[in-house]
């Protein structure tokens, strides 16, 4: 195997200046936690909205969890982009309200191209995303024509655009097989740390766009050891988004529903888990009789104290929901 993890464009510092001031402008659009009463008030009308105009909400496992309870509550989903998306596909409502980041509801609006796709905040953007230009993208794709372009779904609409296949962290192994199966030398974006591990994986020859997930990127193998050695008998879930060394350390890699399966589906009583703290409010749900503890980001080696959340993710409020449905807008 050969791989090319440091050939590909690292984010310009205009990017990155520009990525850190879309964090902590997110950071400071995240909605204020509403009083129960004024919060089930809210509720009760985004229930009898969604209804009066034919609609149905969609929420990724990394919002805010009384958006994940509310979509279930109302005929909705909570699951990975995808599952959010094929929802949404299927169902009857010619309305759907996209709870999560705006790759999503683009995700939405591709599969389900003569539906109305409303989002709570369009600007809640996604760091990959972000990260992942499709002019600087596609440029590098033109450099090196000879390889098949394969990109995360975790992405734009026009760098989808530009790819040969379009995958998700639990069928990318699978996929970059079949290709490397076929004699296909690989570009992949943009997550390095998603297409190390695939590359590991399944042998193939990748050049990797060096992007990240802010969320992933910070999880600290020094600090996952020790919280390890404090609970020895923990299984260790890991997001495949993380570094290499956070993965080298768990008992399970895999998507988000891959790794809410096997909280379930393991004999085991206490979990460390290694993805947005979003996830854990289902996880509780399913096994409510189990223990579930945060992967670490903070540390000697940590640049923030607690990062296993997406600020962007965060953006998604309930008064949002309200006003997209009101005002129709957040249009995709």
Not at 108 to 136: F, H, N, R, Y
Not at 314 to 332: D, F, P, W, Y
Request: hydrophobic share 40%; charged share 20%.
């Amino acid at each position: 195997m050969k791989t090319y993890p440091y050939d590909a464009p690292i984010m310009s510092n205009d990017n990155r200046i520009a990525t850190q001031m879309n964090i902590e402008y997110a950071k400071a659009k995240m909605p204020a936690d509403l009083p129960r009463a004024e919060r089930l008030m809210v509720e009760e009308n985004i229930k009898q909205l969604l209804k009066a105009h034919n609609a149905v909400l969609v929420a990724h496992y990394y919002v805010d969890p009384f958006i994940q309870d509310l979509a279930l509550a109302t005929g909705g989903c909570v699951g990975d982009s995808l599952e959010m998306a094929r929802f949404g596909q299927a169902h009857s409502a010619q309305t759907l309200v996209v709870a999560g980041v705006r790759f999503m509801g683009e995700s939405a609006k591709i599969l389900s191209m003569e539906k109305t796709v409303l989002m709570p905040d369009l600007e809640a953007e996604c760091s990959l995303d972000l990260g992942c230009p499709a002019d600087e993208f596609s440029a590098f794709c033109d450099a090196h024509p000879e390889r098949t372009v394969v990109v995360y779904a975790n992405t734009s609409a026009a760098v989808k655009a530009r790819a040969d296949w379009v995958v998700t962290s639990s069928v990318g192994i699978d996929i970059i097989r079949h290709l490397h199966t076929n004699g296909e030398k690989i570009i992949w974006g943009p997550d390095r740390h998603l297409g190390k591990y695939i590359a590991a994986e399944t042998g193939t020859d990748m050049l990797l766009w060096q992007g990240s997930c802010l969320v992933h990127n910070e999880f600290k193998a020094t600090e996952l050891m020790q919280l390890k050695e404090e609970h020895p008998n923990a299984k260790v879930l890991v997001h495949p988004e993380s570094p290499d060394s956070v993965v080298a350390l768990a008992d399970v890699v895999g998507s988000t529903s891959k790794l809410l399966q096997s909280t379930h589906e393991m004999d085991a009583d206490t979990f460390i888990v290694a993805t947005d703290l979003g996830i854990l409010h289902e996880m509780q749900k399913r096994s409510p009789n189990k223990r579930f503890l945060a992967a670490p980001t903070a540390g000697e080696s940590a640049s923030c104290k607690s990062c296993a959340f997406c600020p962007w993710m965060a953006m998604n409020g309930l008064k949002g929901i309200e006003q997209c449905l009101t005002q129709r807008s957040g249009e995709v």
